[in-house]
């Protein structure tokens, strides 16, 4: 058993009750109220999505029918028409709010800006109009390989406000895989910055983005839009290249209509890690989206007009989209976002950012909160985090020691946690404590959402008993649940749908996670169940970085696992056979190593290489990861050996 499965069934008995003060005021006040939207919801999902839709999103034309269901494809509010970025800004241009702060950024060196809704709005406008220009149209894919700064919310408002799909590439990835992402989505403009700040280091953006397109590596661009952010001297290609301050500067004041958008056109394509080595293109659709950010921000963070909301996810994942951008904004809230990131270097710094801005609800990851702890707690206790009234976990399970330490030392023992549980295909948090209403128990994310049918179940897809590990599933469509995989309507099925058969015409969506529920139906979530390891919460497919490895000149094969780590939860190791004419040494370790920060990026280094004269297989050539893991893990290998091709693999493996 895991260390966090005994931590966790230690406390199961643990209940933290909302405090009586936020109930009081909360969205959902009791858990009467929660069971009674959930029952309902569960009955007659059409009537309860399609009361929410009408009551909290603008509509330029209503829909003829809330939920087409021909499973395993559903599609949401259908002929409806809106727009996300007239939700997220038109229709809080009011005099009471048009004034209000929608973004606030902190930038690393210390950087402040601060923008209204109105602002916001128009800088949306100007680049929108400046995206036309360029040739985007509705449909076209935009790629965005930005820092932490305002013009990343800005562009991609600017895409959804003329129906352009962006794909926002995370900017810790390498220029090979932005490359194959770009190329995957056949994007037609790249918008990137000169640089960006991290960790008192300037990340080259436009040099990767110039690696990636060189000698035709994208044959599908035909432009990159750059924001000077670090002023350091780029390469510019006056053919290609155009900066984002004269754009701006030459469109200055210039409305743009939002496109009225059909409720299921997509409004983004996000790339995630799969179980093989190509990233999947996860698909959103514009209304279930909206709708299911919106309300998820409104009622699990009980999301309050004076609230400052601050998610520390970056934008190239689906949190910083859902809870920096989407959800916040669409709900007229006040959203924080960080350029920086924690460090032994700077080891308050994001306490400086709650004490100055004045957080209200905190949104982080439990890999942030174990390097917390152990950068010591005189760093939070030196700032006043007095405003702070709630806390969110999201991206991996949390061991209940972390929730411990993060419900007394930074929430003061008076804020409640919600640990949120779900996927980039789900959209938005599928499994959470509604704070005012659930009590919660450390390491658990508790119950579902409103109208969320989560089960624990084997794979006949019948339910698993009390206590007992099985597949997490979700049973019924949810309004921002993945279309697609982008180019790949097979994966879509393979992945998601096919792994449980549907059983009586009961379809069950393959989540990839191991979970059990307690006495009181409250779900554990134990992790992946398939070759998807979580570093650090990056989502990282072990057959991609396999990938990364066999690319390179010295390796025949390579089978890479997970290996519990304190801080990061998960981290690399990576076995190695090498060609006949290499041998093991530390230069070809690091080599190694740096190889796939190459390919793909910083976030899957292998803390460890092991190199080995062979892989233990099974006599169909499967490669046992099990023993693999448990080597790693520095356990003893436990289980049937007896289906392995050559049991001496095991001893020469030992060492
Ligand atoms: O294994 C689960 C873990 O993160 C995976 C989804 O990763 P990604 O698509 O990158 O999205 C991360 C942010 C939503 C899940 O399959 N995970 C996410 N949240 C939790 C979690 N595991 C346990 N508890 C959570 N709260």
Same mark, same amino acid.
């Given at each position: 058993m895991s260390t966090i499965a005994i931590e966790s069934s230690l406390q199961e008995d643990r209940l933290f009750s909302p405090p009586p003060n936020l109930s009081k005021t909360a969205r959902i006040g009791s858990l009467e109220e929660y069971q009674r939207l959930h029952d309902r919801a569960v009955t007659d999902p059409e009537e309860f999505w399609g009361e929410l839709a009408e009551n909290e999103l603008h509509w330029f034309q209503k829909w003829e029918k809330v939920l087409d269901w021909q499973p395993p494809y559903a599609r949401w509010f259908v002929g409806g028409k809106l727009n996300v970025a007239y939700n997220c800004l038109d229709r809080h241009l009011t005099p009471e709010r048009r004034?209000? /702060?929608?973004l606030i950024w902190e930038g690393e060196p210390g950087d402040t800006r601060i923008l209204t809704y109105q602002q916001l709005h128009r800088e949306v406008c100007e680049i929108a109009n400046a995206l036309k220009k360029l040739g985007v149209q509705k449909g076209d894919r935009v790629g965005i390989y930005l820092p932490m700064i305002p013009e990343a919310a800005i562009a991609m408002l600017a895409c959804v406000r003329i129906g352009a799909i962006h794909s926002v590439v995370f900017g810790g990835f390498s220029a090979e895989a932005l490359k194959d992402r770009l190329n995957d989505a056949r994007a037609k403009i790249v918008i990137t910055a000169d640089g960006g700040w991290r960790k008192g280091a300037i990340v080259h953006l436009k040099h990767q983005v110039d690696v990636a397109l060189?000698?035709?590596?994208? /044959?599908?661009?035909?432009t990159v839009l750059v924001v000077k952010r670090t002023g350091q001297p780029i390469h510019f290609d006056p053919d290609r290249d155009r900066w984002w301050d004269d754009l701006q500067e030459e469109f200055a004041d210039t409305d743009c209509p939002a496109e009225p958008m059909?409720?299921?056109?997509?409004?983004f394509i996000l790339y995630t890690s799969g179980t093989t080595g190509k990233p999947k293109g996860v698909v959103h659709a514009t209304g279930g989206y909206n709708l299911y950010t919106h309300i998820t921000t409104k009622w699990a963070f009980d999301l309050q007009d004076t609230d400052i909301f601050w998610c520390t996810a970056d934008v190239g994942w689906i949190t910083g989209h859902s809870y920096i951008v989407y959800g916040p904004l669409s709900n007229g809230a006040t959203t924080v976002m960080y350029e920086g990131a924690p460090s032994t270097a700077n080891p308050g710094c994001l306490w400086d950012v709650v004490e100055k801005h004045r957080v209200t609800i905190f949104y982080t990851a439990p890999t942030a909160i174990r390097l917390f702890m152990k950068l010591g707690e005189e760093f939070p206790n030196a700032r006043d985090l007095s405003s702070l009234r709630l806390l969110g976990s999201v991206g991996e399970p949390i061991n209940p020691t972390a929730w411990m330490w993060y419900y007394r030392v930074i929430g003061g023992e008076r804020c409640p946690i919600v640990d949120t549980w779900w996927q980039t295909e789900t959209g938005g948090a599928m499994l959470t404590p509604l704070p005012g209403a659930t009590p919660t128990k450390p390491g658990s994310a508790t119950l579902p959402f409103p109208g969320i049918v989560a089960d624990v179940v084997d794979l006949d897809g019948n339910p698993v008993g009390e206590n007992e590990g099985g597949y997490l599933v979700v049973k019924q469509p949810w309004p921002?649940?993945?279309r697609t995989v982008y180019n790949n309507p097979d994966r879509y099925l393979s992945t998601y749908w096919d792994k449980i058969p549907p059983k009586d015409g009961q379809w069950f969506y393959f989540s990839g996670d191991g979970a059990r529920r307690d006495k009181d139906g409250y779900f554990w979530v134990m992790g992946r169940v398939d070759d998807v390891i979580n570093v650090a919460g990056h989502r990282l497919g072990t057959m991609e970085v396999e990938s990364a490895l066999v690319s390179?000149?010295?390796?025949t094969e390579a089978a890479v696992v997970g290996k519990p780590s304190d801080i990061k939860g998960e981290e690399i190791v990576a076995f190695v056979t090498l060609e006949a004419d290499y041998t093991p040494s530390e230069d070809l370790e690091k080599d190694l190593k740096q190889h796939v920060v190459r390919e793909i990026g910083a976030l899957a280094r292998p803390a460890a290489i092991q190199f080995t004269e062979a892989l233990p297989k099974t006599r169909s050539g499967k490669i046992v990861r099990r023993i693999l893991r448990a080597l790693a893990a520095g356990e003893a290998v436990t289980g049937d050996t007896s289906t392995l091709e050559d049991r001496s693999v095991l001893d020469k493996l030992r060492g």
């Amino acid at each position: 058993m895991s260390t966090i499965a005994i931590e966790s069934s230690l406390q199961e008995d643990r209940l933290f009750s909302p405090p009586p003060n936020l109930s009081k005021t909360a969205r959902i006040g009791s858990l009467e109220e929660y069971q009674r939207l959930h029952d309902r919801a569960v009955t007659d999902p059409e009537e309860f999505w399609g009361e929410l839709a009408e009551n909290e999103l603008h509509w330029f034309q209503k829909w003829e029918k809330v939920l087409d269901w021909q499973p395993p494809y559903a599609r949401w509010f259908v002929g409806g028409k809106l727009n996300v970025a007239y939700n997220c800004l038109d229709r809080h241009l009011t005099p009471e709010r048009r004034d209000k /702060p929608a973004l606030i950024w902190e930038g690393e060196p210390g950087d402040t800006r601060i923008l209204t809704y109105q602002q916001l709005h128009r800088e949306v406008c100007e680049i929108a109009n400046a995206l036309k220009k360029l040739g985007v149209q509705k449909g076209d894919r935009v790629g965005i390989y930005l820092p932490m700064i305002p013009e990343a919310a800005i562009a991609m408002l600017a895409c959804v406000r003329i129906g352009a799909i962006h794909s926002v590439v995370f900017g810790g990835f390498s220029a090979e895989a932005l490359k194959d992402r770009l190329n995957d989505a056949r994007a037609k403009i790249v918008i990137t910055a000169d640089g960006g700040w991290r960790k008192g280091a300037i990340v080259h953006l436009k040099h990767q983005v110039d690696v990636a397109l060189a000698d035709g590596g994208v /044959p599908s661009v035909e432009t990159v839009l750059v924001v000077k952010r670090t002023g350091q001297p780029i390469h510019f290609d006056p053919d290609r290249d155009r900066w984002w301050d004269d754009l701006q500067e030459e469109f200055a004041d210039t409305d743009c209509p939002a496109e009225p958008m059909d409720a299921e056109d997509p409004i983004f394509i996000l790339y995630t890690s799969g179980t093989t080595g190509k990233p999947k293109g996860v698909v959103h659709a514009t209304g279930g989206y909206n709708l299911y950010t919106h309300i998820t921000t409104k009622w699990a963070f009980d999301l309050q007009d004076t609230d400052i909301f601050w998610c520390t996810a970056d934008v190239g994942w689906i949190t910083g989209h859902s809870y920096i951008v989407y959800g916040p904004l669409s709900n007229g809230a006040t959203t924080v976002m960080y350029e920086g990131a924690p460090s032994t270097a700077n080891p308050g710094c994001l306490w400086d950012v709650v004490e100055k801005h004045r957080v209200t609800i905190f949104y982080t990851a439990p890999t942030a909160i174990r390097l917390f702890m152990k950068l010591g707690e005189e760093f939070p206790n030196a700032r006043d985090l007095s405003s702070l009234r709630l806390l969110g976990s999201v991206g991996e399970p949390i061991n209940p020691t972390a929730w411990m330490w993060y419900y007394r030392v930074i929430g003061g023992e008076r804020c409640p946690i919600v640990d949120t549980w779900w996927q980039t295909e789900t959209g938005g948090a599928m499994l959470t404590p509604l704070p005012g209403a659930t009590p919660t128990k450390p390491g658990s994310a508790t119950l579902p959402f409103p109208g969320i049918v989560a089960d624990v179940v084997d794979l006949d897809g019948n339910p698993v008993g009390e206590n007992e590990g099985g597949y997490l599933v979700v049973k019924q469509p949810w309004p921002s649940m993945i279309r697609t995989v982008y180019n790949n309507p097979d994966r879509y099925l393979s992945t998601y749908w096919d792994k449980i058969p549907p059983k009586d015409g009961q379809w069950f969506y393959f989540s990839g996670d191991g979970a059990r529920r307690d006495k009181d139906g409250y779900f554990w979530v134990m992790g992946r169940v398939d070759d998807v390891i979580n570093v650090a919460g990056h989502r990282l497919g072990t057959m991609e970085v396999e990938s990364a490895l066999v690319s390179h000149p010295a390796v025949t094969e390579a089978a890479v696992v997970g290996k519990p780590s304190d801080i990061k939860g998960e981290e690399i190791v990576a076995f190695v056979t090498l060609e006949a004419d290499y041998t093991p040494s530390e230069d070809l370790e690091k080599d190694l190593k740096q190889h796939v920060v190459r390919e793909i990026g910083a976030l899957a280094r292998p803390a460890a290489i092991q190199f080995t004269e062979a892989l233990p297989k099974t006599r169909s050539g499967k490669i046992v990861r099990r023993i693999l893991r448990a080597l790693a893990a520095g356990e003893a290998v436990t289980g049937d050996t007896s289906t392995l091709e050559d049991r001496s693999v095991l001893d020469k493996l030992r060492g």
